[in-house]
């Protein structure tokens, strides 16, 4: 038994479905999430300065005796990850890695499809860790950044919603996709509302999948904590109302306070 926290961070907020995720799977783990809210997005960043701001991060967290970190960010994954897991002893793990595993375990068609945000698409990072697995599987990218704002402004449902899906996704649906990666952490919001509109996909949650991961690592490495009722801690470097409305509605109206850090 150990009871060590989690580590997981995130450029911004869209993390928080990572920390849930791991949250339902491991309910007896403490969790301390950081959003570097003020310096997001991470997007328009150098592979430099993503290094450094979690170098930054990483830094905070071990002050805190994490057990293990989860980069619950598509962007500080592909950038500082290898460089990170060279840098500490505990485990390090990212979300990409994570999705496209389980998405070759999963592909239909000898095709996946990956929707993400413009930075994540243009680095490549998802169609390289799936050639890396399976070289022979045909990768279908498409940046869906607009999706982010629609979640952001509580858009779910609406007709909107759908149409900008329809918009994203067709011409995969057109090449016989059928497996996707949500290759950005708030995308799992979306789930149900892309399963009303193309209910033959097969959609990859990134959030569970690194979830399933963490659990199995703690387990192999003798990490995982079984006595009371874990603690969530939340901190961002930058509090907002759009803040706390997604918090809120990550965590169904969980009241789980959030707390202002700065670090860097």
Same mark, same amino acid.
């Given at each position: 038994?150990?009871? $060590?926290p989690?580590?997981?961070?995130d450029?911004?907020?869209?993390? %928080?479905?990572?920390?849930k ?15 570097d ?14 290094? @450094? ?7 905070? %967290?071990?002050?805190?005796?994490v057990?293990?970190i989860?980069?619950a #960010? ?9 460089? !990170?897991? *060279?840098?500490? /002893? ?5 979300v990409?890695? &994570?999705?496209?595993?389980?998405? #070759?375990? @999963?592909v239909?068609?000898?095709i996946?499809?990956?929707?993400? /945000? @413009? ?8 169609q390289?860790?799936?050639? &890396? ?7 279908? $990218? $498409?940046q &869906?950044? !607009?999706?982010?704002s629609?979640?952001?402004?509580g858009?779910i ?12 996704? *067709?011409?995969?649906?057109d090449?016989?996709?059928k497996?996707?990666?949500?290759? #950005?952490?708030?995308?799992?919001? !979306? ?8 209910? $033959? ?10 979830a @399933? ?8 490495k003798?990490?995982a ?7 969530i ?5 930058d ?6 409305? %997604?918090k ?12 202002? %850090?700065?670090?860097?």
């Amino acid at each position: 038994m150990n009871s $060590q926290p989690i580590g997981i961070f995130d450029s911004g907020i869209g993390g %928080l479905t990572v920390c849930k995720a791991i949250h339902e799977m491991l309910p007896h783990e403490n969790l301390i999430y950081f959003g570097d809210t003020a310096r997001f997005p991470y997007g328009t960043r150098s592979p430099e300065t993503l290094i @450094r701001y979690a170098r930054q991060i990483t830094a905070y %967290l071990l002050s805190r005796n994490v057990k293990m970190i989860v980069i619950a #960010c598509n962007t500080s994954s592909a950038a500082a990850l290898p460089i !990170l897991e *060279q840098e500490n /002893t505990i485990p390090i793990i990212g979300v990409i890695n &994570a999705g496209a595993r389980a998405a #070759c375990k @999963r592909v239909h068609n000898n095709i996946i499809g990956v929707i993400g /945000t @413009r930075a994540t698409v243009k680095s490549g990072s998802y169609q390289k860790a799936i050639h &890396a697995i399976s070289p022979e599987v045909k990768v279908i $990218q $498409q940046q &869906a950044t !607009l999706l982010v704002s629609l979640i952001e402004e509580g858009w779910i449902n609406e007709e909107v919603t759908k149409l900008t899906i329809t918009k994203y996704l *067709q011409h995969m649906i057109d090449e016989k996709t059928k497996t996707v990666i949500l290759g #950005c952490t708030h995308f799992p919001i !979306l789930k149900a509302t892309i399963s009303k509109v193309y209910p $033959q996909l097969d959609l990859v949650d990134t959030s569970e999948e690194i979830a @399933r991961e963490v659990k199995e690592i703690l387990v192999k490495k003798n990490l995982a904590n079984n006595s009371l009722p874990g603690k969530i801690e939340l901190y961002a470097s930058d509090i907002t109302d759009t803040m706390h409305y %997604l918090k809120s509605l990550f965590f169904n109206g969980d009241d789980v306070p959030v707390e202002k %850090l700065t670090i860097g």
